[in-house]
T-cell receptor
């Protein structure tokens, strides 16, 4: 099976812009979770989607949003970008959210 | 509130020496705990979870509810163990990670 894929792999934006990141889970997986990884804060959970519904949400402002499509692919959107949003954004998929998660390579976002 | 603490940002050990990566958690209920590993230029991957009580790549972790700890241990470190290790709890909540460096 192909692994979790994320696009784009690298992205440079400026403050105030918005960005959309994409995640394609492993075929057959219905749960997709998003994480933010920074040197200062480490890994932080953003949200989880299952069958097109947000099932769980971390402690991030409303500028961070996401959605999941009927084919389980997921997008994450960050509006009004801030310098502190610069991070590696990881996506992970699993069958139902209860089993082992498989992580993608991440999208590295740099906000200037 | 749920919290995971990994007190060491960096841990350096010699090859063949025992390794212990510390993890303490704060959680009022029955915890579900994990260790994740990220090798250089590779994806984050699950190393082990406490409910399975398995040993992966020689690593084990025992849940100590009295001390609220889930330390990761390996009796003899190998150079290929050098990586970033994250302890995670429940929802999940991640620790900030410990970079393990095994010196030849």
């Amino acid at each position: 099976k192909a692994g979790v894929t994320q696009t784009p792999r690298y992205l440079i934006k400026t403050r105030g812009q918005q960005v959309t990141l994409s995640c394609s889970p492993i075929s057959g997986h219905r749960s997709v979770s998003w994480y933010q990884q920074t040197p200062g804060q480490g890994l932080q959970f953003l949200f989880e989607y299952f069958s097109e519904t947000q099932r769980n949400k971390g402690n991030f402002p409303g500028r961070f949003s996401g959605r999941q499509f009927s084919n389980s692919r997921s997008e994450m959107n960050v509006s009004t970008l801030e310098l502190g949003d610069s991070a590696l954004y990881l996506c992970a998929s699993s069958s139902s959210g209860e089993e082992t998660q498989y992580f993608g390579p991440g999208t590295r976002l740099l906000v200037l | 509130a749920q919290r995971v603490t990994q007190p060491e940002k960096l841990l350096s050990v010699f090859k063949g020496a025992p390794v212990e990566l510390k993890c303490n958690y704060s959680y009022s209920g029955s915890p579900e705990l994990f260790w994740y590993v990220q090798y250089s230029r590779q994806r984050l991957q699950l190393l082990l979870r406490h409910i399975s009580r398995e040993s992966i790549k020689g690593f084990t972790a025992d849940l100590n509810k009295g001390e609220t700890s889930f330390h990761l241990k390996k009796p003899f470190a190998q150079e290929e163990d050098s990586a970033m290790y994250y302890c995670a709890l429940g929802d999940p909540v991640f620790g900030k990670g410990t970079r393990l460096s095994v010196i030849a």
